[in-house]
């Protein structure tokens, strides 16, 4: 689960388009509001009832809502072994419920945002990028039949009948990505109660949440001048809500890992003030065939092992012992390399990781809410 | 004694001098003073015109190297937004601007559209700025928001939440005041902010956007754009682009930098005949040190020593009279571009280290340069004929033929640099300089022949005795005379200049405006273009014998601007056109044929005449067009160009039609009556008759020139302060001669006439030398300067209001210059004057 832009009441920084430095600076800032935490504007509908999702139609935006997300994540490798860990997220946030006046192609409510990280393992470099535009006068957008949702260069690109392979093409500062996702084996997985995903006591405090936790994946990575042709698995997590998240959440720990046993487990554990696990924390855990259960958040024992500090003292935990011992699971967290931070108009450590243990694997760990 | 250590005794007696001559010394610092003063204030007029205009235009740049455009500012948005998702584009922004009125405000407002997530890369501090003042759902969302700066909203006096009424082209919207923005890189007073999307509400006009701004850092990104620029539309380097595009009219720059250059003359002068005088009148004191063993380069220093003082406290006091001058001329400079062009800033004075060192260079370097002169001939003459008066003068008269005669070369030389030699308008500058110069150095002479001519005339001895001192005196009166004279003529040249380009607009407009009613669309003056209706019915209306139409273009030619007009001209309106070039009945039928009529200003600019073809711009690409004459035309200094209707809606398929012009055989006041019910039904249309549109015109005429007016009689002013000044130093230096004259028995009145005359027929000579050459500067200024400048040739009309409104000034300042010294010479004893000394 992708609440990132949430706790945070977030700075969208207007940054230098897909170029930003890894510090954005003094530059500009946009204040977007408390886009899911907070108090949505209450013309934005609410995740209230248990979905009934519709494909392909559930692909495509829901502008009803405040805030959306198609958020992809892969760990790739070539053919020599050099490993690539990559994240592609495009945002749709709404900043009035409604449809604007129609007195310019220009005129909208939407904007999105995009960000874009290749995690170059094999050289322990991750770079990253930030974009925004408005949701109009073709700049950005998402539409159906087929799939495409774009942020300028940056799309995401259905097949015409299945949806899958989806193409994936971004591109930052000196390095790009060009990926197609296959549909694989693995089937849908209907976050929380059918897609249901609560994050509060309160009715609406929620989220409608699906994801696809294994798309066979392999493509292009472009890092200078050097092409790296590449395969592996990505996950594909979609997500949209308006004020899903409680005032007392600051952050969360968000564990994406695919086991070579054929399993994948996602955990989330959101943090108050103090750093406490509150009780909506949540995760699934998805079997070889593909059934999975839920897991609560007493399912699972976790806990920081090693933590790495940024150059202006900020602390994040990059390693775990992560177990869920009634699936027999006892597993060491590690990234990859230490420095994958996202520090753009929202700052945040999202990155590729590895796991040994009880069991091996690969994943994705997102670390937010200690910037602060 | 050592000759080193002269120096101190040496200053010490120079500064005693000063001391007992306190009148002397304070005259020849109000020369300086006066010339730094006026310099200074011109110039920082000046500047601050330019800065406000730079400021507004530039500060928008941002960092934006290129543009991409079209010739009408009309780029399809689909341009920008199929570059914005194509993964090799450089940085770029889109951006709609348009000229804006205010209900109730003079002046246009410049209406700037953005779209914030795609400035970071220009304009840094733009989105901070707004979003800080703004929820971003508000900017983007509200059809009607808009962020000023602070000096734009104080100016129209409005706070957040305020409402403001503003016209595009006529058509009215109203935007409200979201935010107001503090920092100073937008300070601009004529800048409203808003979305882009709104901007394109405001204008009307979904679906373009006015340029794409770009950020482009190597050949390769220039190469990516320029294959995929659609035809019609093109790069441009924004640094070369600047100037000729926005704003500030040519001609009002040319005018101002024309008066500050004949400011600096007129200090120059102020300040050299100031200082010379001081050297001169102490001839006597400095041969009696050569003769008491002083060496002639000590001499020298010590004349340099004390003008450098005098030069330094004049100077000093000149800055500061200057910037308190140059605060009342940049608010009427500032008035002045608010009502013509755009809200200009009258805050933007800037005392910056170019103006200082002009103004010191001006009053240290004129005052060092003004006493070096005579000094260095006070030097190298030997001490017994420096001691002596009536030498000087012998030496000041044998030379005159030799003044007169390089006077006269330069005089000639200016003439040839300025109509003969190519080099635009700055030659047209430097054959005035030295046109100047020569009539100045002639001036002496010719007060040498008005002592001749007055001699000759039957007169008293007061008379003669007063005609002969203007001889006898010339080593001193013919610097102040020349003085006077460039004053006198600066006024003159500026004043017959604008009188005769008064004169040609007013004719050129008397015969162009020969329709008996105008109609256009409310807003006409900023783009509005008629209803289709009216433009198709209205020759069907009554009492209407014969109509005009009229559709205006801007297109970029060359680099610069221009306006193409499409026309329907009916016989009535031919008559109007006045062909410098090309036969009328030639020109006329090539008009029909689909041939262009280019104005004045656009021949002499591309160096057209009949017969040679033009490259336009037009949807289809560049199309050329025969050129079948070239009219006289003072409607634009960017140049015009006409073309007949239908060939020009072959082309651009655009059968709008902007105004028309109506003739009836009832007259204007008769088509109105029988218009009436047709006008009734169409509220919005502006209907005016000729002179209506010539009163107007010729209002804007007289307001572009009013800070001209202003800067004319601030300079006289100075001028005659500071020729005040100078006579009234040399009549209080012969005191003496006058006591004199006392002692042997003329009357207190006998004295004063003397004096009054002696002045006054100072004063006229120079009137009378200013008028020619008040001339000549005017013939430069618009036959050699204006012409290369815009490319208006005009009759040159002298009329003859300035030139004696000089006379009488030259006349008045001088017998005022004489009051106090002839008071003082009449009425005080003259013994303790006979025992000075």
């Not at chain 1, 990059?318 to 108009?345: C, I, K, N, Y």
């Not at chain 2, 204030?41 to 079209?70: D, I, P």
């Not at chain 2, 700037?112 to 979003?131: H, K, M, Q, W």
């Not at chain 2, 009734?680 to 000729?690: C, F, H, I």
Request: proline share 5%.
């Amino acid at each position: 689960m992708r609440l990132m832009l949430t706790l945070v009441s977030v700075l969208v920084l207007i940054a230098c388009e897909a170029t930003a430095p890894p510090d954005p600076g003094p530059v500009g800032t946009v204040r977007v509001d408390q886009r899911m935490g907070g108090t949505a504007d209450p013309g934005f509908a609410r995740a209230i009832t248990v979905p009934e999702f519709t494909f392909p139609r559930d692909h495509g935006p829901h502008p009803e809502y405040a805030t959306e997300w198609w958020y992809f994540t892969g760990n790739l490798h070539t053919s020599t072994g050099h490993r690539f860990g990559y994240q592609l997220t495009l945002f749709r946030i709404g900043l009035e419920p409604g449809m604007p006046v129609t007195d310019s192609a220009w005129r909208t409510h939407q904007i999105y945002m995009g960000h874009l990280a290749v995690s170059d393992i094999g050289s322990g470099r991750h770079h990253s990028a930030e974009r925004f535009a408005r949701a109009a006068a073709g700049l950005a957008g998402a539409e159906l039949g087929p799939l495409h949702v774009w942020l300028g260069p940056w799309s995401i690109r259905g097949d015409p009948v299945a949806t899958f392979p989806l193409h994936l093409s971004a591109q930052g500062e000196g390095f790009a990505i060009d990926l197609r996702l296959e549909r694989g084996a693995k089937p849908r997985i209907d976050q929380g109660e059918q897609g249901l995903a609560r994050k509060g006591a309160t009715p609406g405090k929620a989220s409608y949440y699906y994801s696809f936790t294994r798309l066979p994946t392999h493509g292009e990575i472009l890092i200078g001048e050097r092409r790296f042709a590449v395969s592996g698995s990505s996950w594909w997590d979609r997500e949209w809500a308006s004020s899903a998240m409680p005032a007392s959440q600051v952050g969360w720990d968000w564990f994406a890992l695919q086991l070579t046993d054929g399993r994948e487990l996602m955990f989330y554990r959101l943090r108050d003030q103090d750093g406490r696990t509150q009780a909506f924390s949540s995760g699934v855990l998805v079997s070889a065939d593909g059934a999975h259960r839920k897991l609560q958040a007493a399912d699972v024992r976790l806990e920081a092992t090693r933590h790495w500090q940024t150059d202006d003292g900020i602390r994040y935990p990059v390693a775990w012992r992560l177990a869920v011992p009634d699936a027999g699971l006892d597993l060491h967290v590690e990234t990859a390399f230490d420095d994958q931070e996202m520090h753009h108009s929202v700052r945040y450590w999202e990155g590729a990781v590895g796991v040994s243990g009880s069991h091996n694997g690969v994943g994705y760990l997102e670390l937010s809410g200690y910037a602060r | 004694m050592k000759p080193h250590s002269l120096p101190p005794l040496l200053l010490r007696a120079g500064l005693r001098y000063q001391r007992r001559h306190p009148w002397q010394a304070a005259l020849a610092l109000i020369g300086i003073v006066m010339g730094v003063a006026v310099v200074l204030a011109v110039y920082l007029a000046n500047e601050a015109a330019k800065a406000s205009f730079a400021l507004s235009a530039e500060q928008l740049r941002g960092a934006a190297t290129h543009r991409a455009t079209s010739a009408d500012d009309q780029v399809p948005e689909i341009v920008y937004t199929r570059w914005a998702v194509d993964p090799g584009h450089p940085p770029m922004a889109p951006v709609v601007t348009g000229q804006l009125r205010i209900d109730g405000q003079t002046g246009r407002y410049r209406l700037v559209g953005l779209d914030l997530f795609a400035e970071g890369p220009f304009r840094d501090e733009l989105p901070g700025a707004i979003n800080g003042e703004v929820a971003l759902g508000d900017w983007l969302a509200q059809p009607n928001a808009a962020a000023l700066s602070r000096s734009a909203a104080d100016t129209l006096g409005v706070g957040l939440g305020d409402r403001i009424q503003v016209r595009f082209e006529g058509s009215p919207y109203e935007l409200a005041v979201f935010a107001i923005i503090e920092t100073t890189s937008v300070a601009s007073r004529d800048l409203i902010l808003t979305d882009i999307a709104t901007a394109q509400a405001v204008r009307g006009s979904p679906g373009f956007i006015s340029h794409i701004d770009l950020k482009l850092t190597d050949d390769a990104a220039l190469a990516w754009l320029k294959e995929r620029l659609p035809p019609g539309l093109e790069i441009v380097d924004i640094a070369q682009q600047t100037r000729s595009t926005l704003g500030l009219s040519a001609s009002f720059e040319l005018n101002l930098t024309a008066m500050g250059l004949l400011a600096l003359l007129v200090g120059l002068f102020l300040i050299f005949n100031a200082i010379s005088f001081s050297v001169v009148q102490r001839r006597n004191l400095l041969g009696r040190l050569r003769a008491l063993g002083v060496r002639g380069d000590e001499v020298l220093r010590l004349v340099l020593a004390e003008a450098f003082v005098l030069g330094c406290i004049g100077t000093l006091l000149g800055i500061v009279l200057g910037v308190w001058l140059g605060q009342g001329l940049t608010r009427i400079v500032a008035a002045t571009v608010s009502q013509l062009y755009y809200q200009a800033a009258a805050d933007a004075l800037q005392l910056d280290a170019l103006s200082l060192f002009k103004a010191v260079a001006l009053g240290l370097g004129g005052t060092l340069l003004a006493a070096w002169l005579p000094a260095r001939e006070a030097a190298a003459t030997p001490p017994l004929t420096t001691l002596s008066r009536a030498k000087l003068e012998q030496r000041v008269q044998a030379r005159l033929p030799r003044l007169a005669l390089s006077g006269g070369l330069l005089i000639l030389l200016g003439l040839i640099i300025a109509f003969r030699v190519p080099g635009g308008v700055v030659s047209g500058f430097v054959g005035l300089f030295l046109l100047i110069l020569g009539a100045a150095l002639v001036t002496p002479s010719g007060l040498r022949l008005a002592h001749r001519l007055l001699d000759r005339l039957p007169g008293s001895g007061i008379w003669r005795m007063a005609v002969r001192d203007l001889d006898r005196h010339l080593s001193r009166l013919g610097t102040a005379a020349a003085a006077l004279m460039v004053a006198l003529a600066a006024s003159v040249g500026v004043a017959v200049m604008v009188e005769s380009m008064r004169l040609a607009v007013s004719d050129w407009l008397q015969d162009a405006l020969s329709a008996d009613l105008y109609v256009a669309a409310e807003g006409f003056q900023d783009g509005a273009s008629l209803p289709a209706t009216v433009a198709a019915q209205a020759a069907r209306w009554p009492q209407v014998s014969a109509i005009s139409r009229y559709r205006d273009r801007s297109l970029q030619v060359a680099g610069r601007r221009m306006t193409l007009i499409a026309a329907d001209l009916a016989p009535p309106t031919r008559t109007g056109f006045d062909f410098t070039s090309g036969a009328q009945n030639r020109a006329w039928s090539g008009f029909d044929r689909g041939e262009l009529l280019v104005s004045e200003p656009l021949a002499y600019r591309l160096g057209l005449s009949t017969g040679d073809r033009l490259s336009l711009p037009t949807p289809t690409g560049p199309i050329d067009f025969a050129i079948a004459g070239v009219f006289r035309d003072f409607a634009s200094e960017h140049g015009r160009a006409f073309l007949e209707r239908s060939k020009y809606q072959g082309i651009w398929s655009d059968d709008r039609v902007d105004s028309l012009a109506l003739f009836s055989d009832q007259g204007g006041q008769g088509l109105q009556r029988a218009l009436d019910p047709v006008l009734r039904d169409n509220p919005t249309l502006q209907v005016t008759e000729a002179d209506g549109i010539y009163q107007e015109s010729m209002q804007v005429f007289d307001r572009t020139f009013r800070i001209t007016e202003v800067l004319r009689w601030l300079s006289l002013l100075v001028a005659f302060i500071g020729v005040l000044s100078a006579l009234m130093a040399v009549q209080l230096e012969r005191r003496k001669e006058y006591a004199v004259l006392r002692a042997l028995g003329l009357t207190r009145q006998q004295v004063s006439t003397l004096i009054l005359l002696e002045s006054g027929a100072l004063g006229l000579l120079a009137g009378l030398l200013a008028i020619p050459l008040g001339i000549a500067m005017a013939w430069i200024l618009t036959d050699a300067i204006q012409l290369r400048a815009f490319g208006w040739s005009m009759p040159f009309v002298v009329s003859p209001g300035p030139l004696w409104l000089t006379s009488v000034l030259g006349v008045l300042a001088a017998l005022l210059a004489g009051i106090y010294p002839a008071w003082r010479s009449a009425w005080r004893d003259p013994a303790p004057m006979l025992r000075e000394d």
